[in-house]
């Protein structure tokens, strides 16, 4: 795919984006369901965004293909990726923060072909950033190139953690092992409750270190795709410097210095939480 052809698609979804995040901002008096998790949220907007989205985008480029977060459970199955044009799609990222009006929410779209990801769009309507970037161009927030903090340092690093993710009790003792280990050593922690925009703000230099753990291709392709244009680094469980989109596991910093450090913390969490369970 030549470079001008995915500035097309680029130049046609960014409307496409501007228009859902009018929605948004408009938004109000809607019910608040719940999927099949009490903490699981949905809005008629999640569902209609992803609706439009898919509906405006096929009829243009009918040969591509689509998985999206509310598609897939209305299906009850998320969609094999395949080496095909594929646009991977969350309509609201943040959907609690939405519906409690934290202004931290965004539509994420992200582009993959031969299952990379090539391009992404992240517009987060109440604060009106939108960051967009295509594979080997670079990273921008309103039209202007952004870069990670560059720290290498972990003293001053912040931090992200998904901390709803250790309502999962897979996921909780991993959680409460490494935080006890990170907290005290790094600058600060957040849990920005988008996990999109976390990877965002890592790009643009705001959080230097982001842990996904048990996301979906959703919530993540278009964020790690900007975390390496803007000159950050992205590395699997093991250390590797390539992730499985399908099944995102990873650590996203500012450097690979500052990985070297979160993982080699993260490490001694681990095994003490291991040896503690097989206690
Ligand atoms: C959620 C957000 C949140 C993360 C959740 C995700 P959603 O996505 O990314 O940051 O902690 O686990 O489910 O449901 O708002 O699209
Ligand atoms: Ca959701
Ligand atoms: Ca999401
Ligand atoms: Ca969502």
């Not at 408009?26 to 965004?49: C, G, H, P, Q």
């Not at 299906?75 to 044009?85: A, H, K, R, V």
């Not at 202007?144 to 720290?151: D, F, M």
């Not at 959080?207 to 790690?224: E, K, M, P």
């Amino acid at each position: 795919m030549s470079a001008s052809e995915l500035r097309c698609f680029m130049d046609f979804v960014i409307p496409l984006v501007r228009n859902a995040g009018k929605l948004l901002l408009e938004a109000k008096n809607f019910k608040i369901e719940t999927k099949d998790e009490s903490w699981d949220l949905v809005t008629i907007y999640d569902r209609k965004i992803e609706e439009t989205l898919i509906l405006k985008i096929k009829e243009k480029y009918p040969q591509h293909k689509f998985i999206g977060e509310e598609s897939s459970a209305a299906e009850n199955s998320i969609p094999e990726l395949t080496e095909e044009p594929t646009w991977i799609i969350d309509p609201i990222d943040g959907t609690a923060n939405f519906v409690r009006r934290i202004p931290l929410s965004a539509i994420s779209i992200g582009l993959t072909i031969n299952k990379q990801v090539v391009l992404g769009i992240v517009y987060n309507p109440h604060l009106n950033e939108l960051f967009h970037s295509i594979k080997g161009q670079g990273c921008f927030l309103n039209e202007e190139r952004i870069q990670t903090s560059g720290l290498k340092d972990i003293n001053g690093a912040c931090f992200n953690y998904e901390l709803s993710l250790a309502r999962r009790e897979l996921l909780r003792n991993l959680y409460l092992y490494r935080l006890k280990h990170l907290i005290g050593r790094t600058e600060g922690i957040r849990s920005l409750g988008s996990a999109v925009l976390g990877l965002c703000y890592v790009a643009k230099g705001a959080i230097d270190a982001y842990q996904c753990d048990g996301l979906y291709a959703w919530d993540v392709a278009a964020g790690s795709l900007f975390v390496q244009e803007a000159g950050g680094f992205i590395c699997d469980t093991t250390g590797k410097p390539e992730i499985d989109i399908m099944n995102p596991n990873f650590l996203a910093t500012a450097t690979k210095e500052l990985s070297d450090q979160f993982m080699a913390i993260e490490k001694i969490a681990d095994e003490e939480r291991i040896n503690n369970e097989l206690k």
